[in-house]
């Protein structure tokens, strides 16, 4: 038997609760992994509260993100004793996720727990910073340096926005934070942004085309704040879209893409290659400062997730979210 939060759905309602759960019930999968830490994320918050329908299969533990140590493994990359990490593929939503003590999924899921990080940093890292990373990645794919200009970070006092405030400003560029909460102005210029903008600025229906000014954007919101962002964007630049905070809604127009030649990249993180997470975590472990992930981090217990997934989705979370499974 072992612990974790269990999603189940039926004639008495959507309801997620702590349960005593036995290993038998544990989903097909080729590596058993004894789960050290887990976290939260915008789309646990989904599963916890059915906010949005992102549980496919019931009953269902949640959490898109684990790492652990694997007890039993019949695949051939892993044997007991390895330290792994897992971001996506589905996981808790539609396989068993991080959110329990114990977890069983395929080993083609699996990372290495990179050398630089414990456990409980890859956690505090999660899907949130992986899926930072490969926005910071795709903009210097296309060319974007320091010196071209401003770069927008949307959603900023979140998972996703913390981290690449983080990593750009390590890399050099001049970060330009957007968020509602003024009060976090000391708070985000700490983790490297340079100067802060409302987000209201952003957030209401505009122009299809405004004055030139980023050189790159990271969003995790969508709606009308990416459809700015875009419609501000400089001669060709480019926008990493990843998140949907605002909206899953792009009321935006054709001008910024052929008028300025803006290119908008969509950054999946749940699907991705191996190899390209294999990148985005040795960037990581190469460009993310610990201290100021330590600053971001807040550790709770596992029943402690259920109230904290509802104040993730008030926006009432700042940075990321370890959840001690076994606490």
């Known amino acids: 038997m072992f612990t974790g939060i269990l999603i189940n759905k039926d004639d008495a309602g959507y309801r997620a609760a702590i349960a005593e759960i036995d290993e038998a019930q544990l989903p097909e999968g080729d590596v058993t992994v004894s789960v050290a830490w887990?976290?939260?994320?915008?789309?646990?918050?989904?599963?916890?509260?059915?906010?949005?329908?992102?549980?496919?299969?019931?009953?269902?533990?949640?959490?898109?993100?684990?790492?652990?140590?694997?007890?039993?493994?019949?695949?051939?990359?892993?044997?007991?004793?390895?330290?792994?990490?897992?971001?996506?593929?589905?996981?808790?939503?539609?396989?068993?996720?991080?959110?329990?003590?114990?977890?069983?999924?395929?080993?083609?899921?699996?990372?290495?727990?990179?050398?630089?990080?414990?456990?409980?940093?890859a956690m505090a890292i999660g899907t949130a910073g992986y899926t930072a990373m490969l926005c910071v990645l795709a903009l210097e794919k296309h060319g974007i340096k320091p010196a071209d200009g401003e770069i927008l970070v949307t959603g900023a006092n979140g998972g996703v926005g913390s981290v690449a405030i983080a990593l750009l400003s390590k890399l050099g560029y001049t970060v330009v934070a957007s968020t509602g909460r003024a009060s976090e102005e000391a708070h985000l210029k700490a983790l490297g942004a340079n100067a802060i903008i409302d987000r209201n600025e952003l957030s209401a229906p505009g122009k299809p085309i405004g004055k030139e000014r980023w050189a790159g954007v990271v969003d995790a919101v969508g709606s009308h704040t990416l459809a700015n962002a875009c419609a501000t964007t400089k001669y060709r630049g480019a926008v990493a879209a990843c998140g949907l905070a605002q909206g899953m809604d792009f009321p935006a127009t054709v001008a910024p893409f052929i008028l300025r030649g803006v290119t908008l990249y969509g950054i999946d993180s749940v699907m991705a290659p191996k190899a390209v997470r294999l990148a985005a975590w040795e960037r990581l472990a190469r460009d993310l400062e610990i201290s100021k992930l330590d600053e971001i981090t807040r550790e709770i217990g596992l029943a402690e997730a259920l109230a904290v997934g509802a104040d993730l989705l008030d926006g009432k979370v700042r940075g990321r979210v370890v959840v001690d499974v076994n606490r």
Not at 51 to 66: L, N, T, W
Not at 83 to 101: D, P
Not at 103 to 117: E, H, N, S, T, Y
């Open 38 to 121: 887990s976290t939260l994320n915008y789309k646990d918050g989904l599963a916890i509260t059915g906010k949005s329908p992102v549980v496919r299969r019931f009953p269902m533990v949640p959490g898109i993100d684990f790492a652990g140590t694997v007890t039993a493994s019949s695949h051939p990359e892993w044997k007991a004793g390895d330290q792994v990490i897992l971001n996506g593929w589905g996981v808790g939503e539609t396989h068993w996720g991080g959110l329990a003590q114990m977890a069983r999924v395929k080993g083609d899921w699996l990372v290495p727990l990179p050398k630089a990080f414990t456990a409980r940093q």
